[in-house]
């Protein structure tokens, strides 16, 4: 099945540096999206990023398809950055059926 | 912003019961997921339900299980008989289309079996 590796495990910087995730997958993937888990568990939606490059305030990712990886690059960190980044890749083409890395986890320190 | 709620936060209950766990979409969404994500590991989707029926499930969504939602109300995920390996935490999450949309996840279900 659809093997999905995240890197780094996790991440430790000071407020202000940038952080570079990056997720690598093993079959096509038609549908990459990056989650947000925060320390209470909570998850939201930051990007849906199957080719290209893509920007939403400080995020940027950029998936290279026929690499198999993709990365989120989180510039001028903020200590509400901290919590788990998720990349889940769905490669069906047809219905919905992702599976999930096992995330970076962010500590921010101020 | 547009807010999934999820009802309970937490339930115990004894292995074999039945339970069901209730989410409350957002209003105008049509699409609906459940994962589950025991603690301390990774996500894992369970099922996703559009117009009524189920598009697409993984193996994790054992015969045990069940997703409905009657006349728009509460979508839910309907486990019986429960078994120990159920515990996990179940977050619910609706979007306005297809799965390429933004979704939002309700606070997750703290389910434990005993």
């Known amino acids: 099945g659809q093997q999905v590796q995240q890197s780094p495990a996790s991440l430790v910087l000071q407020e202000g540096e940038n952080a570079e995730l990056q997720c690598n997958f093993s079959s096509t993937a038609t549908q990459l999206q990056w989650f947000y888990q925060s320390p209470g568990g909570s998850l939201v939606s930051l990007l849906s990023n199957p080719s290209g490059t893509k920007h939403t305030g400080r995020l940027t990712s950029t998936t290279v398809t026929k690499e198999r990886r993709s990365s989120l690059h989180i510039s001028s960190s903020q200590t509400t950055d901290s919590g788990t980044y998720l990349c889940a890749i769905d490669p069906s083409g047809g219905n919905y059926k992702p599976t999930f890395g096992k995330g970076t986890s962010l500590v921010v320190h101020p | 912003g547009p807010k999934v709620l999820q009802i309970p936060s937490h339930q115990i209950i004894d292995m074999g019961q039945m339970v069901t766990l209730n989410c409350d979409p957002v209003s105008n969404h049509l699409y609906f997921y459940w994962y589950k994500q025991i603690l301390g590991q990774q996500m894992e989707f369970l099922v996703n339900?559009?117009?009524?029926?189920?598009?697409?499930k993984s193996k994790l969504f054992k015969d045990q299980f069940s997703v409905e939602r009657p006349d728009g109300s509460y979508f839910t995920l309907k486990i019986q008989p429960t078994a120990l390996e159920d515990s996990a935490v179940y977050f619910c999450a609706s979007s306005l289309g297809g799965p390429s949309y933004e979704q939002y996840f309700g606070p997750g279900t703290r389910l434990t079996v005993l």
């Open positions: 339900f559009y117009n009524g029926k189920v598009m697409e």
